[in-house]
């Protein structure tokens, strides 16, 4: 295998080596963990058992019953012997960090281990093949019992979504930074957010980038075979691996990619209507009206689905409380709704007058929301920053409309958001997918819905 941070050439026409990649796990002052089978660093053998790691001064020291048997500030641990035999154990990781169901679990990862210093912690990361990756990944994503074309689009969509990524990070020199463009004033505050700040490691663990949770995610042979049926296949437009993006529900309509990151058009990330037909084709959610409309409405489409042996294939289990994603309510007092946005922005916008939509992406997103209070009038966006804004977590879409009632002269007392999708929306709907699997899609139709203009290609072989 060969390290994408070393030099990984991205012509897909000339790659044939699967990558291996950095997945960074956890950062804490203290991490214990548990080996399983023989590992070793350099000459070193570590036999399996409980150990633990920390920093001292500049460097690292991994213990093994309160005897130091490492010290280095840069440390891998390669399985030894058969290396699908050995896995090691993490406790305490966080999942869905800032989510609503954010919690902590044990993981078990194959591969390498490798221990580095972060802002004077010590930092996990998980060296790994691919392909390997992978097999997690939609395993984390989903339920491993989902229908076997679903799965495989999955693992198209993950596979390319994960070398865009990487060949960006490693030609970022070559890219343009739009943010300069969107600077911070008095009357408003546009940010998006990606994922730049992995600078030691190619990808995180958690849903900023991925669901990645190693081996105990693996439960199923159809999610390993979904992954093997397709390895090193890859969306592609043109010369370019495709920028691949999916949400957990787009509501309906899909949305732009440039209205949720930076002013970039992907011609296979616009909007989709997820259905079959073009009864749909006249709608235009940028319109207020029409918006208004469409997210009061149930509309056929693949992702309003309510069957739980559907959602259950999209839904892990700490995702399955959550039932109402594809038309939802949330409902603030006047002091809730005051108090958040005070405590989410930093901005005491006083009593709050009106929300207003300034502008709306192709499935109803909103882009730009403008905040009228007593003390302050601003807008924001884009559509994340105001999920951030007006959730203790994140709001499940900016796709909302908003109803007021109980005044007090010019002052709502009550502020009902009707909303619709879960996620960003951008390329494949998760739900959607999921159902046009079960009625008979295979993953190349599935894929050519949502990627409209993109192409299969396989690009390495395993």
Known sequence: MIRLSEGLNFNYNVMNTEPEIDVGIICDEVINFKLKGDFVYGELKLPEG?????????????????????????????????AKDSYFELQNVTIGIGFHWEQKESQRFSGALRFIIEEGKVRVINRIGLEAYLKSVISSEMNAASS???????????????????????????????????????????????????????????????????????????????????????????????DARFSKCCGGVTENFENVWEPVRHKYLTKVFDATGDALMCIDLRNENEANTWIRSSPQVFCNETNPAVLKQVLPDFDKATVDFFRWEKVFTQIELAELLK???????????????????????????????????????KELEIRKWLSETHLYSSA??????????EIPQKIKLTGAGWGHGVGLCQIGAAVMGEQGYSFKQILMHYFQGASLKKIYIV
Request: one cysteine or more.
């Open 343 to 381: 405590k989410r922005s930093g901005i005491d916008f006083g009593e709050i007058i009106k929300l207003e939509p300034v502008q709306r992406g192709h499935s109803g997103r909103i882009i730009k929301l403008k905040i009228y209070g007593t003390r302050r009038t601003l807008t924001v966006g």
């Open 148 to 242: 076997k074309e679903f799965l495989k689009a999955h693992a198209v969509i993950s596979r390319s979504w994960l070398l865009a990524q990487l060949k960006n990070k490693i030609n970022e020199s070559d890219s343009t930074d739009y943010k300069h463009l969107y600077p911070d004033s008095e009357d408003e505050i546009i940010r998006w957010y990606d994922r730049e700040e992995h600078m030691n490691f190619d990808v995180c663990a958690d849903d900023h980038c991925q669901r990645y949770q190693g081996i105990s995610r693996i439960h199923r042979a159809e999610a390993i075979n979904a992954v093997e049926e397709t390895s090193g296949v890859v969306l592609v437009e043109g010369d370019k691996i495709c």
């Open 400 to 409: 909302f409309v908003i109803d007021y009632s109980n005044f007090i002269g």
């Open 50 to 82: 409980t150990y633990s790691v920390s920093i001292n001064s500049d460097s690292i020291k991994i213990f093994s019953d309160d005897e130091c048997v490492i010290e280095h500030e840069d440390i891998l641990l390669q399985p030894g012997g058969i």
